[in-house]
């Protein structure tokens, strides 16, 4: 019997937020961020990996929102300004904290200065700009698989009355990773691991082959599942489903018994955006503007009982040891998870373990560097475990158990709740209706070829403000609260932008103007084909 076989799936995943109208936007640093935090640090250690031969295996995806962020002008730019901003402000933090009575806090900060002025170059030279062209690198070299999801990360059960809807949240996604990425995606990332009974039939006519939901919505599935959740199984349409084991990832993303909240590591929330007065920080925050994270973080998690404005000061060497501890722990763990399992189940056992990509780096600042540890001792002959990714586990093991589903999510709870709760639920009465005029619209058009160019760049353009406004962010940070005041403000504005456009088509008087001006706002998916919401 072959060893188990571990699948790490990563989920790249941002909103679309893109705000030309303003120099300097807020929302845009989350971009900034996963940029320096977690894309390039993961592309460093992919770049290593390769360098010395180890075969490691990877599935990520990288939603299609990302993916206009990443390769937008105007981001890509700003991305760049950032960089320059974060670098200027590190090398001021070397005279500052020189004259602590503390030496540590001055380590620190040489070790930021070097390693921002790495990723500036990395970004600048290495890449040049193109980190979604970086990524395909590596899946076109056989290191990693990339998968897609949803069009704009659209929470697909509030959809599920609405097969035009869900239709064009898949085909408009799988048209935009085959433009990307040169091939059609074999996977889906479901946003928020969110299943309705008879999504299968969806995916299935988009010719997508596997995805992944929380381990209840396979375990609960009719039949019961065999193998339970270390197997994958086949929905009646087709595509497989994997299910994502709890224990591995618990280990890891937890910050209450996982690795992150080890002592040793950075803490997050104790940033120099928040510490320091604001004149120090002017190189990255403009005068003026709201305090926010810089990056530039001095202090440990240190003993969970102390407050967090009493935090020790971090040690890179000391989270260094952290990482080659817990990878090690974590790699001993999967073994003695899986090893019982081969001879039972009479086929390799799988655990997949997915988690948000912007984990490792940006939440848990060491989570790069423990994926590579991890990655270079599972791949050693004698360590019992396999990396794979669920397509080549299904070309190996084309035989399952055929298995229904359950409707579920990886939210709170399992279900669905979080983006249908009385902070959000007011927002899907406004998105059906929309989705139904779409509907209506793209069925009226259909054979509509290059008669009315107008109105056919209207609807394209209507039909990405509708999928912007699905996007499940807007109700996820309104049901936490996080970024609430913007979240509400995007769902309106691209229904009212997408209302007055239906209003415009329907009146024959399209307003070159306003459809210019809406189309410089929003301009994902150039060649968006909006008669995916017709009926087939």
């Given at each position: 019997?072959?060893?188990?076989?571990?699948?790490?799936?990563l989920?790249?995943?941002?909103?679309?937020?893109?705000?030309?109208?303003?120099?300097?936007?807020?929302?845009?640093?989350?971009?900034f961020?996963?940029?320096?935090?977690?894309?390039?640090?993961?592309?460093?250690?992919?770049?290593?990996?390769?360098?010395?031969?180890?075969?490691?295996?990877?599935?990520?995806?990288?939603?299609?929102?990302?993916?206009?962020?990443?390769?937008?002008?105007?981001l890509?730019?700003?991305?760049?300004?950032?960089?320059?901003?974060?670098?200027?402000?590190?090398?001021?933090?070397?005279?500052?904290?020189?004259?602590?009575?503390?030496?540590?806090?001055?380590?620190?900060?040489?070790?930021?200065?070097?390693?921002?002025?790495?990723?500036?170059?990395?970004?600048?030279?290495?890449?040049?700009?193109d980190?979604?062209?970086?990524?395909?690198?590596?899946?076109d070299?056989?290191?990693?698989?990339?998968?897609?999801c949803?069009?704009?990360?659209?929470?697909?059960?509030?959809?599920?009355?609405?097969a035009?809807?869900?239709?064009?949240?898949?085909?408009?996604?799988?048209t935009?990773?085959a433009?990307?990425?040169?091939?059609?995606?074999?996977?889906?990332?479901?946003?928020?691991?969110?299943?309705?009974?008879?999504?299968?039939?969806?995916?299935?006519?988009?010719?997508?082959?596997?995805?992944v939901?929380?381990?209840?919505?396979?375990?609960?599935?009719?039949?019961?599942?065999r193998?339970?959740?270390y197997?994958?199984?086949?929905?009646?349409?087709?595509?497989?489903?994997f299910?994502?084991?709890?224990?591995?990832?618990?280990?890891?993303?937890?910050?209450?018994?996982?690795y992150?909240?080890?002592?040793?590591?950075?803490?997050?929330?104790?940033?120099?955006?928040f510490?320091?007065?604001?004149?120090?920080?002017?190189?990255?925050?403009p005068?003026?503007?709201?305090?926010?994270?810089?990056?530039?973080?001095?202090?440990?998690?240190?003993?969970?009982?102390?407050?967090?404005?009493?935090?020790?000061?971090?040690?890179?060497?000391?989270?260094?040891?952290?990482?080659?501890?817990?990878?090690?722990h974590?790699?001993?763990?999967?073994?003695?998870?899986?090893?019982?399992?081969?001879?039972?189940?009479g086929?390799?056992?799988?655990?997949?373990?997915?988690?948000?990509?912007?984990?490792?780096?940006?939440w848990?600042?060491?989570?790069p560097?423990?994926?590579?540890?991890?990655?270079?001792?599972?791949?050693?002959?004698?360590?019992?475990?396999?990396l794979?990714?669920?397509?080549?586990y299904?070309?190996e093991n084309?035989?399952?158990?055929?298995?229904?589903?359950?409707p579920?999510?990886?939210?709170?709870?399992?279900?669905?709740?979080?983006?249908?709760?009385?902070?959000?639920?007011?927002?899907?009465?406004?998105?059906?209706?929309a989705?139904?005029r779409?509907?209506?619209l793209?069925?009226?058009?259909?054979?509509?070829?290059?008669e009315a160019p107008?109105?056919d760049?209207?609807?394209?353009?209507?039909?990405?403000?509708?999928?912007?406004?699905?996007?499940s962010?807007?109700?996820?940070?309104?049901?936490?609260?996080?970024?609430?005041?913007?979240?509400?403000?995007?769902?309106?504005?691209?229904?009212?932008?997408?209302?007055?456009?239906?209003?415009?088509?329907?009146?024959?008087?399209?307003?070159?103007?306003?459809?210019e001006?809406?189309?410089?706002?929003?301009?994902?998916?150039?060649?968006?084909?909006?008669?995916?919401?017709?009926?087939?």
């Open positions: 019997m072959a060893p188990g076989q571990l699948a790490l799936v989920h790249a995943h941002l909103p679309f937020v893109r705000h030309p109208e303003h120099d300097d936007f807020l929302e845009e640093c989350w971009l961020e996963a940029v320096i935090e977690t894309y390039l640090p993961l592309l460093e250690i992919f770049d290593r990996l390769a360098r010395d031969g180890v075969p490691f295996a990877l599935t990520m995806t990288l939603t299609p929102t990302l993916c206009a962020m990443l390769r937008d002008p105007l890509q730019a700003r991305t760049e300004r950032y960089l320059d901003r974060v670098v200027e402000l590190a090398e001021r933090e070397i005279g500052r904290t020189a004259l602590l009575e503390d030496a540590r806090p001055h380590e620190t900060a040489g070790f930021y200065r070097n390693r921002l002025r790495a990723l500036r170059t990395q970004y600048h030279d290495r890449w040049r700009g980190l979604v062209g970086a990524f395909r690198s590596f899946q070299s056989g290191q990693i698989e990339i998968i897609t949803a069009a704009t990360h659209g929470f697909l059960p509030m959809m599920a009355e609405q035009g809807a869900v239709r064009a949240q898949i085909r408009v996604a799988c935009d990773y433009r990307l990425f040169g091939s059609p995606p074999r996977g889906i990332w479901l946003p928020e691991c969110a299943y309705f009974t008879g999504l299968d039939r969806a995916l299935a006519a988009a010719e997508l082959r596997w995805f939901l929380d381990t209840h919505g396979v375990l609960l599935g009719r039949p019961r599942p193998a339970a959740m197997a994958p199984a086949f929905t009646p349409a087709g595509p497989a489903v299910a994502r084991d709890r224990e591995a990832s618990r280990q890891v993303w937890s910050a209450e018994v996982g992150p909240g080890d002592p040793r590591y950075r803490d997050f929330y104790r940033d120099i955006g510490d320091l007065p604001a004149e120090r920080l002017t190189p990255l925050i005068e003026g503007a709201p305090r926010r994270f810089t990056g530039l973080k001095y202090h440990r998690v240190t003993d969970r009982s102390v407050p967090l404005p009493q935090k020790d000061f971090y040690r890179r060497a000391d989270a260094m040891d952290a990482v080659r501890t817990h990878a090690a974590f790699l001993e763990s999967r073994v003695r998870q899986l090893a019982p399992l081969g001879e039972a189940l086929r390799p056992p799988i655990l997949v373990v997915p988690f948000d990509a912007e984990l490792f780096g940006h848990w600042y060491e989570g560097e423990f994926l590579e540890h991890f990655f270079r001792a599972a791949v050693a002959p004698e360590s019992g475990l396999r794979t990714t669920p397509s080549r299904l070309d084309p035989t399952q158990q055929l298995l229904d589903p359950s579920s999510s990886w939210g709170q709870n399992g279900y669905w709740e979080v983006w249908l709760h009385p902070r959000n639920a007011w927002i899907y009465r406004h998105l059906q209706a989705a139904r779409m509907t209506a793209a069925g009226e058009h259909r054979d509509m070829i290059g107008l109105v760049r209207a609807l394209r353009q209507m039909a990405r403000e509708l999928l912007l406004a699905q996007s962010d807007w109700a996820f940070l309104m049901k936490t609260g996080t970024a609430s005041e913007y979240a509400e403000r995007r769902t309106r504005s691209h229904l009212s932008r997408f209302n007055r456009l239906y209003a415009a088509v329907r009146r024959g008087q399209v307003d070159v103007v306003e459809l001006r809406c189309e410089a706002r929003d301009n994902l998916f150039a060649d968006l084909d909006w008669r995916s919401f017709a009926a087939s």
